[in-house]
Nanobody, 120 residues
């Protein structure tokens, strides 16, 4: 079994910063990529940042220059530093991992989600 557990999030004023973290644990053979998605009320879930094993990160156009995602050396933790936050960044943020388990099965695994609210 593979688990992704997120931390961070909360409420911040426009222009402020927040940092999210996500740790993958369990029966992991290999982590191919980890990333962040978000879902605002009434909208579809969308990509925020996707960090592949080689360190290349793909960002949504709406967050480029404001958000930075990084993985630790062990590769099982991913962070999302969010700066210059805007009200339109308000959403539930989900951590995602493309992981091959010790049973040699590759799936996308998801965290439980953490709320980010940007409001004055």
């Amino acid at each position: 079994q593979v688990q992704l557990v997120e931390s961070g999030g909360g409420r911040v004023q426009p222009g402020g910063s927040l940092r999210l973290s996500c740790v993958a644990s369990g029966n992991i053979f290999k982590i191919h990529a980890m990333g962040w998605y978000r879902q605002a009320p009434g909208k579809q879930r969308e990509l925020v940042a996707d960090v592949a094993g080689g360190g290349h990160t793909n960002y949504a156009d709406s967050v480029k220059g404001r958000f930075t995602s990084s993985r630790d050396n062990a590769g099982n933790t991913v962070a999302l530093q969010m700066n210059s936050l805007k009200p339109e960044d308000t959403a539930v943020y989900y951590c995602m991992g493309r992981i091959t388990s010790s049973m040699a099965v590759t799936n996308e695994y998801w965290g439980q989600g953490t709320q980010v609210t940007v409001s004055s």
